[in-house]
């Protein structure tokens, strides 16, 4: 049952609804005394006229010892809730994860007997665990309160859950709120989600109980994620693709949520950081021609998470692409072993306040604001005549002129190259970013043809070349942190030898930046 972001996949005409055959749940994460005190919450108390259901529930997870079942992005469990034992079998939904689909039979007792279950209409995969060997891989033991409430034209089974995931001798607490659509629109969700953040602290959980069962299980840390496909078709209207990109996007950030706080892949921030300025870039696309209010309120929010980022990704390039690079070069006379660990404090700290901005209040209200503006389509509520005209229009027209603009831009920003400053070539590789973004938002409304990769192919090359010239500057930056923080020859040897070894790079880079520059002005845009 994933949880904390997107919307179902449906006209950008209407709100989208809860479809009868499929579960949509967001899910809130928090701590016992908040759980306790929020059961009676005003915003809950006043939505419904019942006190509830309490029930304890214990559920068994099975899976092959190779863990096909989850291979395949779905899970399998027997759970017992009284005298009744219901088995269910629960598949992602690649494009939402904020929705899965169930399927559910009864059975005797905790044993599972995938046979029971309609496997056969999901296809090959699925058929052949009819006659796998299941172990059980985890239990869930939970405390659930569930009260069933009316909020803003929904019905919302709000469930408060306290208990353990328990596997072999690991364990792990839940302390959540689960909220299910099970009538009205989804933005419904965050709406009550929002009212409840304001009576205590939440933070938006990206995770099941099953995919927690198996991390406990196996040991295995969160994992970073690329972006998503939005689905764009070239038929869709410039309102429909704004939809679908910003789905997109909401998708990437929360896919990186886990992984940015684990902090054990420097991928996880790297994606999380990709994410977010995407999402900005989409909103600075879009604002262009239409400039809601509702849009522009998000920007504030996503550009101060990336930059709270900043400082741990800046380490994460340091120590793992920079300093590595040269200690591969196996320099006479120079152990970069002390200037690694006089860095590692540094990227802890990094770490220490990505980690805090990440549970902060403030991100989780940017979060949920971002799933109300989607699933409500608040961009139409507050602009002009032309701006809705333009909502109407084929995004291909649309995307035309943003491609153009942006590429406009980033040829005068680059007018006279070679006698750029820094700070200029920083400017046109943020400019080169939001073209390439740009591109790639709008690429299913093209022919896929080489002129297409051709194209991107030049403007890649540009943006990572500008890009490894930038992480030079900022590395000089790092290193002078280093210096003030030790007296060791070793390190001050080492520092030496990365600021020699770059100055040899720049030379290099200098000189790939402006063939590369000539060739990308000489690329033909393929939205002509």
């Known amino acids: 049952m994933p949880e904390g972001s997107a919307t179902t996949q449906q006209s950008v005409t209407a709100s989208a609804q809860a479809p009868d055959d ?11 005394s908040t759980l306790a005190r929020l059961v009676d919450a005003p915003v809950i108390s006043r939505s419904t006229t ?21 291979g395949l992005g ?31 039979a009864p059975v ?32 869930t033991k939970i405390r659930r309160h569930t009260r069933t409430v009316t909020f803003g034209g929904a019905v919302i089974e709000v469930a408060f859950d306290e208990g353990m995931l328990i596997a072999g001798e690991r364990t792990d607490a839940v302390c959540e709120i689960e909220l299910e659509l099970k ?52 038929t869709d209207t410039t309102d429909e693709v704004i939809a679908k990109t910003l789905m997109a996007c909401q998708r990437h950030v929360m896919a990186n949520l886990m992984a940015a706080q684990h902090g054990q892949d420097p991928e996880g921030v790297h994606q999380l950081r990709v994410a977010l300025r995407r999402l ?17 309120a998000l920007v504030f929010d996503a550009r101060r998470l990336a930059s709270g980022l900043g400082p741990a990704r800046n380490w994460d390039v340091f120590l793992t692409t920079t300093v590595a690079e040269i200690e591969s070069r196996q320099l006479p006379g120079i152990d970069f072993t002390d200037i ?25 209200r940017f979060l949920l604001s971002l799933g109300r503006v989607i699933e409500r389509r608040s961009w139409r509520n507050d602009i002009g005549i032309e701006a809705l005209a333009v909502l109407t229009q084929p995004a291909r027209e649309f ?82 942190e280093v210096e003030a923080s030790t007296s060791s020859p070793q390190v001050h040897r080492a520092i030496g030898a990365i600021t020699g070894w770059q100055g040899r790079d720049n030379i290099e880079t200098a000189r790939a930046l402006r063939q590369t520059w000539q060739q990308f002005v000489d690329a033909e845009p393929f939205w002509h």
Request: glycine share 6%.
């Open 399 to 480: 995307a035309d002129r943003a491609l153009t603009r942006l590429n406009r831009k980033a040829l005068k920003q680059g007018h006279h190259f070679r006698r750029l400053e820094a700070v200029a070539r920083h400017e046109l590789r943020l400019t080169l970013k939001k073209l390439r973004y740009a591109a790639e938002f709008f690429l299913p409304l093209y022919q896929d043809d080489d002129a297409v990769r051709k194209y991107l192919k030049k403007l890649s090359r540009l943006q990572n070349i500008l890009g490894a010239d930038n992480d030079a500057t900022t590395t000089q930056s790092l290193l002078r």
């Open 280 to 296: 900005r870039t989409a909103i600075s696309l879009f604002g262009r021609e239409i400039p809601a209010s509702s849009l522009q």
């Open 340 to 364: 690694k660990s006089a860095s590692g404090p540094f990227r802890e700290r990094g770490y220490e306040a990505a980690r805090a901005d990440l549970i902060d209040l403030e991100c989780t």
């Open 74 to 104: 779905a899970s399998l469990r027997v759970r017992r809730s009284g005298k009744q034992h219901i088995q269910t079998l629960k598949l992602a939904t690649p494009a939402n994860p904020l929705q899965r689909q169930e399927l559910e």
């Open 22 to 32: 499929r579960e949509i749940e967001l899910k809130l994460l928090t701590d016992s």
């Open 108 to 139: 005797p007792d905790m044993a599972p007997q995938i046979d029971v279950l309609p496997t056969a209409d999901l296809g090959p995969p699925f058929e052949t665990l009819q006659s796998a060997d299941l172990i059980a891989i985890f239990t």
């Open 50 to 70: 019942s006190k509830g259901v309490v029930r304890r529930l214990e559920a068994t997870y099975y899976d092959t010892s190779a863990a096909e079942i989850a």
């Open 183 to 234: 009538s009205g629109e989804v933005g419904a969700l965050y709406d009550l989600a929002l009212s409840l953040l304001e009576q205590g602290p939440l933070r938006i959980g990206t995770q099941s109980k099953g995919e927690r069962g198996y991390a406990l299980a196996f040991g295995t840390p969160p994992a970073a994620q690329k972006g998503f496909s939005s689905g764009i078709e070239p």
